[in-house]
């Protein structure tokens, strides 16, 4: 076959073609010079490629820490790195900040062996790399792909594969280099199937609510639940929130799924409404997708009009790390909804880099702690004297304090003692559907309008 040296770091030379910084092919060019040697290679036996697509661990912190322009000297230094002349080599290109792809002639190799030369070349960088920072190990994620027909293989789902495999690295937190397996190209025909049913499961109501009760501290009688959508399929099995909530946050179709929620949740308080029966506030989840624009208020206000429900019967949940990174839009929002008689609980609270100052400056009526400060069965002694202080702090700022994931007895008794004024968890109750629910309210009431 012949050997074509594409994309060498070229900074000599600057043109549309190069990227300015590493010399390096940009992306669009370094697809087309693959697509034109793949078809090169059309008559030659065994020939089989390979995709390499690595990034920099931490290089954010590292450009954060060090300086722009150490973090430029870096990307420079892999660039040349990736370059150096060898037989096998096809082409290289940087993709954007710290991402890069390599490709390779793999042919009459056995994958472990690639593999193997992979790790060997990583590692040999990340020993060339450490003494320009300070000592301090750098280390490269790295996915591979091997395409087992070149010829009929399009060539960007070859990259995006070795993109997906560079991004399980990061999981396993390992620079050992990941292959990309049957088992993440099922993941992705999972991910595809699941945007792709939602509408329709939405419309055939295969997605349904759920509720999980909250109870008063002091009677454990219920005052309220939160709404968690179930995805229930016609075979009976569920998917629960976790598979399909972040798939539907980054490709925005969760604004869809929320709204459904609400409808739900609205059309069932107008129907226990209607039937002269018991209702207790409900709570509703409200994803960061929403702030992108401002459509989530006029919504809410339509069904609000739509269902003539009291506004004292509904709530909203939002994170607090929602708060933290849209406070502009959240701040209006929240003070439009507490304006119409809504309360605003904060979520989560304690799960990421909560500032306690957060609860001085933000508008909440509820206070949500996370499961995390319930990690253990018996609480230690620190964790008690957390709980207790959060507790306390959030009560003197005139704040209702909600405990989630309690699992057991001694963690409600304590809770009650330190002033915690609901709780939700598995001790009084899993999420439940609809009908279970009534059920929960009957046997276990009554709401005091509190
Ligand atoms: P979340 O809002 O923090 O909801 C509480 C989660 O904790 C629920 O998980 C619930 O089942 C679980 N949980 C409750 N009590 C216990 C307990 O005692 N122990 C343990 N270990 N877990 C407990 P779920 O239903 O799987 O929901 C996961 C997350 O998905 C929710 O966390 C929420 O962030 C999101 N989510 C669920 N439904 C919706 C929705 O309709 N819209 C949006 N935007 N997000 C939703
Ligand atoms: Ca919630
Ligand atoms: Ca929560």
Known sequence: MNEQNLGNANTNISSNVFDPLTGLKKYEYFVSDLKRIISENKNTPDFKLAIVYSDIRY??????????????????MYSEFISKPNPRFLGNCHVYSDNFISATNVSGLTEERFYAEIDKRNKNFEE??????????????????????????????????????RKESKKFNTDQCVQFSDQMMKDIIFRMELSASLPMAIETKEIKVFFQPKVDSVTNKVIGAEALARWIKKDGSMIYPDQFIPLLESNGMIVELDYYVYREVFKYIRERLDAGLEVVPISMNISRVHFKNDELGPYIEELLAQYKIPTEYIEFELTESIYIDRIHRILPFVNKMRGLGIKISMDDFGSGYSSLNLLNNLPIDVLKLDKVFLSNDDLSRNQKIILSCVISMAKQLNIKVLCEGVENKHQSEFLTTAGCDMFQG???????????????LKDNKIYDGK
Do not use: H, M, W
């Open 59 to 76: 290089f954010k912190y590292l450009n954060d820490t060090f300086g722009y322009n150490r973090g430029n000297e870096l990307l420079k």
């Open 128 to 165: 060339i790399i450490k003494p320009f920072f300070f000592d301090r190990p750098i280390f490269l994620n790295t996915g591979v792909y091997i395409l087992r027909d070149a010829l009929n293989e399009d060539i960007e789902t070859a990259i995006s594969n070795a993109n997906y495999a």
């Open 426 to 440: 598995f001790y009084f109750s899993r999420p439940i559907c609809e009908e279970d629910f009534n059920q929960y």
